[in-house]
């Protein structure tokens, strides 16, 4: 089954970390540029950070927003088929439900920001920032 599975969400305090997990399957997931991004409730989904595929070495581009730049690490383990976002001191306003997502195949690197660029979704993972 092509699916994204994401896990590591919590509760965690002001200046807190917390590492985001998103285990692909059933696809070829070293191929794909992948992506994650946030909704907080009555809010639209944004993009967080995205990065490029790598294959034989080469690739591997990333982009953040500017709200997380600095606090957080995307990266990717291809032999694991795992996406990862490690947030650092982290904010109430981080506060969300964090998706990956999959970059359409064949997409210019350059719609990594929009949502409408992605065809396959987790189920989000909640992240709390809170005292």
């Known amino acids: 089954e092509v699916q994204l599975v994401e896990s590591g969400g919590g509760l965690v305090e002001p200046g807190g970390s917390r590492r985001l997990s998103c285990v692909a399957s059933?696809?070829?997931?070293?191929?794909?540029?992948m992506g994650w991004f946030r909704q907080a409730p009555g809010k639209e989904r944004e993009f967080v950070a995205a990065?490029?595929?790598?294959?034989?070495?080469?690739?591997?581009?990333?982009n953040y927003a500017d709200s997380v730049k600095g606090r957080f690490t995307v990266s990717r383990d291809n032999a694991q088929k795992t996406l990862y976002l490690q947030m650092n001191s982290l904010k109430p306003e981080d506060t969300a439900v964090y998706y990956c997502a999959r970059l359409v195949a064949g997409s210019n690197w350059s719609s990594n920001y929009y949502k409408a660029a992605y065809d396959l979704w987790g189920q989000g993972t909640q992240v709390t920032v809170s005292s």
């Open positions: 059933g696809f070829i997931f070293s191929t794909y540029a």
């Open positions: 990065i490029k595929w790598i294959v034989n070495g080469i690739g591997g581009s990333i």
